[in-house]
C-alpha cells in the first residue's frame, strides 16, 4: 500500500521537465523562446488541475486527514477533561479487567503446557463401568504393569507418587514436598535435568538406587547452588541418597503440585503384583501416529482381558485415557476463569454503552458546530470520520490505562494465591501480558471503540442545517433520534448490569453458604504443628507412642494453652488416609462394593480439643491403652452407611488390609477434613495409643498469639527430638483459607464486578436524565410559566428516569434467568436461579437507579422560568 | 498549432488512455511528453492527449504495477521520469489488446453498411 509513496514535489519536478521537453521540442520547430513555453503549456492543459489529482489519488491526503483529525480530536479531548477522565476511567476498568481475565484463560485454555508435544500426554483414570465413578490415578498396580507391557499405543508410560520427604544434615531439619517417580518419569514429560542426569531403569529398584534428583530451588538455598551437589550423599528419611541430577526451576508437574525432590519409585515385588489397590497414579505419551481413542480402546480391550482372568479384583473396572492437558485445565478452575471472562465482557459492554452515551450526550450539545461545518462545506462522511477518531482516541487511551490496570489486576490475582496452591498451576500461577493478551486487548479495544463509536459518528454527522441554525441557542429540542438511541443505550446497558449483579450476587452466595456452616470443629485460636516421623528412627511403634506422648504433656505444661491434642492427620493437613471398612458380622463385600472412610488415629483429648461434637456413647480414654482390644469412634455417616436406622455402639467394625476388628464406643458429628465444600463423607477416629503413627498433627488451643505460640510449640518439639523435621507450625484457619484461595480469590472478584456494575449503571442513568434535564430546561422553563408545579416537573423527570430503569431491569432479569444457568457447575447449595437473589437485587438496583435519577429530577424542579426563558 | 486544429482532432475514449500509454512503452522506457508526442505522431496527429491528462493516468498505472519509474536523463541532457512497462503491464496490454480488437471489431460490424455507403 506504501509503496508508491511519491512526494509532491516530485511530481511538480516531472510537470516542469516535461513542459521543457515540449518548449525545446517547439523551439526546434522554429517558435520562440516565449510561444514555445506557452503552447507547451497550453498543451499540457490545467496544471494545477493535475497536481491536485495527484495529490487527492495519493495516500497523502488520507494521512494529513488523519493528522488533522487526530490533532482536532486531542484538542476536543483537553477542552473537556471531565468527560475524558471519566470515559478513560471507566474505560480502563473494562478493559483491564478483560485483559486480566483474558491472560487467565490463555494461560489456563489456550497455552499448551509446558513439555513438548503436550497433546501427546495422557493421564489414566480409573473408572468403575457399574458405579461410574471415575478417579484419576490407579486401582491396581498389576493390572497397570499388564498394560504398559501389552499396549502399542504408548512410547513411555511412567508413574508417580507424591511423597515428603524429611531431610537432615545439611542445616535444620526440614520436611520438603518432591515424589517418588519411575526412571522415565522425566524423559516421558520430555524434561531434561540441567546438571548430572535422570535415573536409569536400574535404580528403579527396591533396593537398588538410593540415589535422589533435587529441583534448582532446593538447590539454592540448602546447597548453595555448588556444582559438586552431583555424586554428593545426603540424608533423606535418615538414610544416604546420592544425588545424580539437578531439575530446573522451571521444571514442574501440576498434577504432582510443589516439587523439589525426586527418588526413583523402586515398586516392591509384593506392590507390583498387587491387584486389589495401588498408591501410584500414571500417564503416559502416545505414539506419534495413535490418536488418543485408539489407546482408550486398548485400554478397554487389555482391561476386559483383565477382568476375565481376575474376575475377583478387576470387575467393572476398567482404565480411561484422558488428555493432561484438559485434567490440569479442569483442576485449575478452567470454568470459573471463563465465567470471569464472561462477566468481564459484561462489564465492558456497560462500560462502552456508557462511553457511547456521553459522546451523544456531547454531541448535542455539539450541534452548532457540525451545523457550521457542514455549511462551510464538510462532507458527512468527513464529520463521521471526525468524530470516530475522536471516539478511537478515546478507546486508545483506555485500552493503554486499562492494559496497566489489568496487568495490577493480574498481580493482585497472583498474589492472593497461596504458593502451596500455585505449584498445581501450570507455570506455578504466573501470568504474563504475552502477545496473545495484548493482542487481545488491541483487538477489543479497537472493536468497541469502532462499533461504539459509529453509532454516535452515524448520529450526528448528519446535523440538519436549516432548524439547528434558526434555533438561536442550537441545543433546544433537536436530537429527538439521539435522545432516543441514548434511551436505549442506557436501558441496555442497565439491563446488562442487572445480569452482571444477579450473577456475581449467586456466586457470592454460594461462597458465604460454603463458608457459613461450622466445619464441624472451632478453627478459631488453634495452632497446628504438623510432621513426619523418619521410619528408620521410629520403626518400632512403642518410640512413635512415646514421642507424641511426651510432646503432648510438654505442651499441654506451655503457657497459656487452653487444651492440646494430636491426630494422625489434621483437617486440610495433609495427612489424611482413607481405609476399607466393613461391618464384621456381615459377610465380606466384593472389591468393588468396599466401603471406605477416612481414618484417623487420635489422641485420648484431640476430640474435645477440636470442639468435635460426640453424639453418643464415649470419647477415648487412658482405657484404650495398648494391649486392651482396640475401640473405634465413628461419624453420623459412617455410622448410618454401615448400620442405617440401628445404634452403632457396640457393634464391631473392621478395617484396612488385616481387617482389624474394633468394637465402636462412640458417634461423633461429620466434620471437614479437606474440602469446604464435602458431600457428607465416611469417617472413623481410633485411639493413637493403640495405633501410633508416623505422621503426626498437634493441635493447640490458645489463649495467647500465634507467633509466639508457633515458636514456643517448635521449640517444644524439638526438646524431645532435635533431629525432627517440623513441616508447618500455622493456625487452623489458615490450612482452611489456603483450600479455599480459589474461591476466595474468585468471591474478590465478584464483589468487584457487581459493586463496579451497579456503580456504571448508575452513573449511566444519571448521565442521560442529567442531559435531558439540561436540554429540557426552556420547555421546562414554558411549563413552570404556564403553571406547572414544581413537583410535577419533578414527577415529569423522574417518571421518565424510573421508567427507563424498570424496562431496563425487567430485560435484565429476563436475561438473567437464560444466564445464570451456565453458573450451575460452580454454584454450591444455591440454585442459579435463586428466588431471593432475583428478588433482591432488582429491586436494590432500582432504588439505586431511582436515587441516581433523583438528582437530576431536582435540578428540573428548580428551573427558574426566567432564566430558563432569557437563557438562549 | 491552432486550437482550430485542436478541435477537429479526435477527442479519446474513455479507458483507452492506459492502452495507448502501454502500448507506446513496448518500444523501451520512455518519459511523459515523449508518450505523449509518441501517441499524437503514431496516431498521425488524429489524437488529441491533453498532456496534463497523462499524468493521473500514468500514476494509475504505476500503482497497478504495470509501469514502473526512474529518473533518467533525455537524449538532449533533461533530467527526466522515464516509464518502463513491468511484466505485468506486458501482459495487461495483450488482454487489453484483445479486447479493444473485439470491441472495434463487433463495433465496426454494426457499423459496417453505412461505412461502406459513404
Redesign the interface.
Known sequence: MFRSRRTASDFRAEIEAHLHLEAERLQEQGLSEEDARASALRAFGNVTQAQERFYESGRWLWWDRLGQDLRFGMRMLARSPGFTAVAVATLALGIGANTAMFSYVNAWMIKPLPYPQADRLMVFESHDTKKGWTMEGLTSTASFLDFQKQNTSFEQTALWAGWSFNLTGDGAPALVEGGRVSWNYFDALGAKPMLGRTFTPDEDRPGAGHVAIVGEGLWQSRFAGERTIIGRHITIDGEPYTVVGVMPGTFQFPLMGLAHLWTPLALKEEERADRGRSSVTAFGRLRPDVTPERAGAESAAVFGRLERQFPRTNTNLTLLVSSMTDLIRRKEGAPEVMICLCIAGLILLIVCANVANLMLARATNRTKEFVVRGALGATRGRLARQLLTESMLLFFFGGVAGTLFGLWGMRWIASEIPAHIRGYLVNYGRVDLDATTLGFTLAVTLLCGLVFGLAPARENSRPDLNRTLKEASGKASDGQRSARLRRVFVAAEIALAVVVLISTTLLVKSFIISVRPSPGYDPASVMVAQLALPRTKYAQESRRRVFSEDVLARLHALPQVVSVGAASAVPFGGFGRSTNVEAAERPAPQPSDRLFAQLTAVSTDYLSAMRIGLVKGRAFTSEDAPGRSPSVIVNETLARDLWPNEDPTGHVLRFGDGLTACTIVGVVRDVKMDQLRPRPQRQMYVPLAQFPSATLGFVVRTAGDSATMAAAIRDTIWAVDREQPISSVEPLETLMAIVDSGNRVLTKLMVFFGVLAMFLGAIGIYGVMSSLVSQRTREIGIRTALGASPWQVMGMVFGQGLKLTSIGVAAGVLSALGATRSLAAILYQVTPNDPLTFTAVPIAFAVVAAAASYVPARRAMRVDPIVALRYE | ?STQEARERLELLQGTLDLLILRTLIFGPE????I??AIQQTSEEELLV????L??AL??L??RGWIAARWGT?S?N????FYSLTTDGRKQLVRETARWRRLAAAIGRILGPEARRS
Open positions: 498549432m518519459h511523459g511528453q515523449g505523449a508526442r491533453e498532456h496534463g491528462a499524468y493521473p500514476q494509475r504505476e500503482e533525455s538532449n533533461r533530467k527526466a521520469r
